[in-house]
């Protein structure tokens, strides 16, 4: 039932997160187990369900705002410049069967630099197509942005109420992009949705609150609130104003909270509609006014229990961020490896730019065909031009890697890179960059482990000085035995123990070796069960970088 709603697992997938994110995030779980003492058997039964927070995405003009306005029944679409989202909106919507929480982002940029900066916010994706212009570049960019952080999509073809349109046209553009409709054996839902007439959207709210009763969204409205940022703002007489969505707990009046490097204490809360409220709980989107400060969107909201705990923990927060900030990590190709090692990167992850279609279609095949079954190598997004803000800030959120083909970078990308800690390559020659790429690849495998023989000793007689020591008098016959090596025992032609010499004397004395054609006594960990005749086979084990094909 999961795959036919598009629901590939229950996991966020929100790539690597930059230290100071995860040090913050990891203080704050140090605090939080510090005020609630583990209940396995009752929490999970104050977990109680909660509504799907949604995100609208899709090209410039193809109707989102108009979509959510349809949707809440007002008009706020006027209310924006041009008819273009200009700012992050968060609205919860009560419905007979349930509620549902939409974000209406200004652009999948927005969404990506909360997952850059640690937030799960999104649990489904709306995009959004308009079905008199098809699939366009930010449609395929909004696309990536979603595959990448691992977020079911619905599509929904808007305009349908317009003259000669096909929307079958619509879903064999996106079928080339992996979104392949349920009629057609796939596993997207489709939805046809007018934003000016109505049609159609009482079946997009239906597909939404199945697609989350699949996913089995809950939460403890009974815990501090916790929550993302969704915006902030100066206002001139409200002062700082962050709208919050809620995602565990609730949240009150009265309350202490910290937000990023600043805190404050909730003086008034206001829900989506202008009401003030006493409270919010999980899945809940509320102003709130009182902080001593603006912070990013995607900054994390935690409720702590005094003023002083709250000072304390920005305080900490800053010095966290004075010895990250100094030295911000990139993920480079020469470091890939390493992660791997840690087991924090699966895979090397691509941001692709090209010149032209043809080039980018010419490099993709030239990775596909590189033979590796160990290190999956993802090209995430790829599009032609320069290389942009939302190519970094997918690039960041994915811990990936921005490589680039006979193009150049937009105004401030190379500052926006720094600072998010993404490493930008530009090649002229496709064969530099697909052998660099072969390098990096050939790093993260694991190397080959090829024995090599020092020497093998034969048996002469056997010394039983205990049950657990026992030492073999032996006359090395061939190279030379090394103490702490590897050794084999063989005897009859079959190796019957594998282990470390451990001790090895000449007259009573210990040696770190032993040469050929001389006598020693030789002990091994774990075996005493010498016999006449046996072979004992020194040994290292070299471990040589291996080579693609």
């Not at 008819?83 to 974000?103: D, E, H, M, R």
């Not at 509320?286 to 900054?299: K, Y």
């Not at 079954?373 to 290389?387: L, N, Q, Y």
Request: aromatic share 4%.
């Amino acid at each position: 039932m999961c795959e036919k709603v598009g629901i590939k697992d229950k996991k966020s997938l929100s790539g690597l997160k930059d230290e100071e994110t995860i040090k913050i995030e990891d203080y704050f779980k140090e605090l939080e187990e510090k005020k609630t003492p583990p209940k396995p058997e009752k929490e999970k039964e104050t977990l109680q369900k909660r509504a799907p927070v949604v995100t609208i995405m899709g090209h410039v003009d193809h109707g989102k705002t108009t979509i959510l306005d349809a949707i809440r029944k007002s008009r706020i679409t006027a209310q924006e410049y041009g008819q273009i989202t200009q700012k992050i909106g968060a609205y919860k919507v009560f419905l007979p069967q349930g509620s549902i929480v939409f974000i209406d982002t200004p652009g999948h940029e927005a969404f990506t630099a909360m997952r850059a900066r640690g937030a799960k916010v999104t649990d489904i994706v709306v995009l959004v197509v308009a079905a008199d212009e098809g699939v366009k570049p930010q449609t395929i960019e909004a696309i990536n942005h979603a595959k990448s952080a691992n977020v079911p999509i619905i599509v929904a073809i808007n305009k349908i109420d317009k003259p000669n349109i096909n929307p079958e046209k619509i879903k064999k553009e996106l079928s080339e992009y992996g979104l392949i409709p349920e009629e057609w054996g796939g596993d997207t839902i489709y939805v046809n949705v007018s934003g000016l007439t109505g049609q159609g959207l009482d079946e997009l709210l239906e597909m939404i609150l199945l697609v989350g009763e699949m996913m089995e969204l809950k939460a403890d409205p009974h815990k501090p609130a916790r929550g993302t940022v969704i915006e902030s703002q100066l206002h001139k007489s409200k002062g700082p104003v962050l709208t919050i969505l809620v995602q565990e707990g609730t949240l009150k009046i009265g309350q202490v909270f910290v937000a990023g490097e600043t805190w404050g204490k909730v003086r008034a809360m206001i829900d989506d509609w202008g009401k003030k409220v006493e409270k919010a709980e999980p899945s809940t989107p509320v102003e709130i006014l009182g902080s001593n400060g603006v912070v990013p969107p995607g900054t994390k909201f935690e409720v702590v229990s005094s003023e002083k705990e709250a000072k304390q923990i920005c305080e900490r927060i800053k010095e966290e961020k004075k010895k990250t900030s100094a030295s911000v990590k990139k993920l480079t190709l020469e470091d890939l490896y390493k992660e791997l090692k840690k087991g924090q990167v699966k895979e090397l992850r691509i941001v692709l730019k090209a010149d032209y279609i043809g080039s980018i279609e010419a490099i993709r095949n030239a990775i596909e065909n590189i033979p590796t079954e160990e290190v999956k190598i993802s090209i995430i997004h790829s599009g032609t031009g320069p290389v942009t803000e939302s190519d970094i800030l997918l690039a960041s959120a994915s811990n990936g890697i921005v490589i680039g083909f006979n193009v150049s970078l937009a105004p401030k990308v190379d500052e926006i890179a720094k600072r998010e800690g993404v490493e930008i390559k530009i090649y002229r020659v496709i064969y530099d960059l697909i052998d660099e790429i072969r390098k990096a690849i050939e790093g993260m495998l694991e190397p080959e482990e090829k024995e090599t023989m020092l020497g093998q000793a034969l048996v002469k007689k056997v010394f039983k000085f205990s049950r657990n020591f026992v030492v073999a008098g032996c006359l090395v016959v061939d190279g030379k035995v090394v103490r702490d090596s590897k050794v084999k025992i063989i005897r009859d032609g079959n190796i019957i123990f594998e282990g470390v010499l451990t001790s090895l004397k000449r007259f009573k004395e210990p040696v770190k070796e032993v040469p050929a054609n001389t006598e020693c006594g030789i002990g091994i960990e774990n075996f005493t069960d010498f016999k006449e005749g046996d072979i004992i086979q020194s040994y290292t084990v070299v471990k040589v970088p291996r080579r693609l094909k």
